[in-house]
């Protein structure tokens, strides 16, 4: 045991400068970086709760004050803006959303100054009313008829030569399945040209995923029980059936790129037509280039709330395309596919001095990073700039601001300490954690004990070899004047000393030489200084400098 403790005695100090390296940026687990909305329930879309959640989307509580700005736009082109406070400890406030008149749709964006923003849509209802049911719409029928098959089998046309194979639609009790065969053979030339060469509900229609940015659709859904294939309505040159509805549908949050971590997700929403939300669960199903949306389709229950939603998440930074594929009942193609940016899972700034302990004679660069959830370096996703001040601590930052370009990894700043203890650096990015690390600066005693060494061995010299010096104050006045050499050479090394560097002055041997001088030569040295910093010598006597 008396070993094992001798050898941690021996090992921890090694070690901990590399501890220390890494404690500038911090393990994001339970520390808020982002927003997250979600209506209130029975509050006619007029209520949201605004939640604070970690880089895994778990609530967290705010480490500090947070102001979070609510903006609000509504599709006829209403705003309205408004301000939340979350105080320290809490995870989450509600509030009304700041409209006056609007109603129907309305986009919601929440933003504060360190957290990525969030977003949400919500179906507004008059004030004090709740939504009331659709009409029932005559195109869509409100209940199966009791002999309501559960299997159909119905062709589609293929490539020539091949035969037409059998589409098979399970598990739609409750829809009509006369319907569902007008759409699928109005569509069904739609379908070949999406997946040239392939059988529609064969193999090759499945989940593997397509490169990103690609212009065609991804491969359509193979046949389950959630729902049928293909049901989509094509591009202008198919004709759609009279009083069929154009799909709303978008995503949010727009006004910041997703992070390709596999957890932050882009929520891809769409709304029910007003005929078909009270009176039929309402199915709709998108497909993106790296494959299926959660979950697949997407439901919205009827006489529910008349927005679904699907969540889309990456693991490769760039643009992804989401595609409307199909619904049920159906509805018109939209007028194109959604394009949604993700991009390196930034969600800190770090600090990463070149030395984590210092003398108070150093100074050290400190390089400027960006960082993911668990601290690992990353390049920029965007233009970045990153603000560093002190927390505690005395020195001085040059600069204090640095600007990382997308794809840039790093950028050096200095510090120079002008005082000895505990210097807490601070780092903080709009939309980004604030985070900061420590530099221990310490008086470096070992240097001024050999500088007061070289400047009392300079007086004796000087009491040896000097006439009328022969004095016990000659000691004292060779103390002062060699450490006042050695600071000049510390501070101002180049105008003094041109041709040595500063790693050459805090040499334990320089140390002891330089001060030996300053001991040596005594008073007459304090003019010299005066001279070469600019100071009149008859300033230091009181009187107007020349």
């Not at 070993?3 to 100090?13: D, G, H, Y």
Request: hydrophobic share 40%; charged share 15%; aromatic share 6%.
């Amino acid at each position: 045991m008396t070993a094992a403790r001798l050898c941690l005695v021996l090992l921890v100090p090694a070690f901990l400068p590399s501890f220390l390296n890494f404690a500038s940026a911090q393990n994001l687990s339970g520390v808020p970086v982002k927003i997250q909305i979600t209506p209130v329930q029975d509050s006619d879309g007029r209520r949201i709760k605004v939640d604070l959640l970690d880089p895994s989307n778990r609530p967290a509580p705010a480490k500090k004050d947070f102001n979070v700005e609510i903006a609000t736009r509504a599709h006829d082109g209403t705003t309205g803006k408004s301000v939340i406070a979350i105080k320290q400890g809490e995870m989450s406030a509600t509030t009304e959303l700041p409209l006056e008149r609007a109603t129907g749709i309305v986009e919601v964006t929440a933003t504060s100054a360190q957290l990525a923003d969030g977003g949400a849509v919500v179906k507004v209802s008059p004030a004090g009313q709740h939504a009331s049911p659709a009409p029932t719409s005559p195109a869509v029928a409100t209940a199966a008829p009791s002999s309501t098959p559960s299997h159909i089998e119905l062709a589609v046309a293929t490539p020539a030569g091949a035969a037409p194979p059998a589409l098979p639609l399970r598990g739609l009790a409750g829809v009509h399945t006369e319907h569902i065969a007008e759409a699928l053979r109005r569509h069904a030339g739609e379908i070949e040209r999406m997946q040239p060469g392939r059988a529609v509900g064969s193999a090759a229609g499945s989940r593997a995923p397509a490169s990103i940015g690609g212009a065609a659709p991804p491969p359509l859904p193979s046949p389950t029980a959630a729902g049928p294939i293909a049901t989509s309505t094509g591009p202008s040159s198919v004709p759609a059936a009279s009083g069929n509805p154009v799909v709303q549908f978008d995503y949010y949050p727009k006004t910041r790129k997703l992070r390709a971590d596999g957890i932050d997700f882009a929520t891809v929403w769409a709304v029910a037509p007003d005929s078909y939300a009270a009176t039929i669960d309402f199915q709709i199903c998108f497909r993106s280039d790296v494959g299926p949306l959660t979950p697949e389709p997407s439901t919205i229950a009827k006489g529910g709330a008349p927005i679904g939603e699907a969540r889309l998440v990456s693991r490769i930074p760039g643009a992804i395309k989401v595609w409307y594929i199909w619904s049920l009942p159906p509805t018109q193609r939209p007028d194109s596919p959604l394009t949604i940016e993700f991009t390196y899972p930034v969600w800190q700034p770090k600090l990463v001095p070149q030395q984590n302990n210092i003398s108070l004679f150093d100074s050290v660069e400190v390089g400027v990073e960006l960082a993911d959830k668990d601290g690992n370096s990353l390049p920029a996703d965007t233009d970045r700039p990153v603000y560093v001040s002190i927390g505690s601590g005395a020195g001085e930052l040059s600069p204090t601001e640095v600007k990382l370009a997308p794809n840039e990894s790093r950028k050096m700043i200095r510090f120079t300490p002008t005082g000895p203890g505990k210097i807490h650096l601070v780092a903080s990015s709009p939309t980004l954690t604030e985070t900061g690390g420590d530099i221990v600066v310490k008086t470096p005693w070992d240097l001024l004990g050999l500088g007061a060494l070289g400047s009392l061995l300079g007086a004796l010299l000087a009491y040896w070899t000097k006439k009328g010096e022969k004095t016990w104050n000659r000691f004292i006045i060779g103390l002062i004047t060699g450490l006042v050499l050695y600071w000049g050479a510390l501070f101002v090394g180049g105008e003094l000393f041109p041709k040595l560097s500063h790693a050459a002055i805090v040499n334990p041997y320089t140390a002891v030489v330089l001060p030996l001088f300053g001991g040596w030569i005594g008073t007459p040295i304090l003019a010299w200084l005066g001279k070469k910093l600019g100071m009149a010598v008859n300033l230091l006597q009181g009187k107007p400098a020349v």
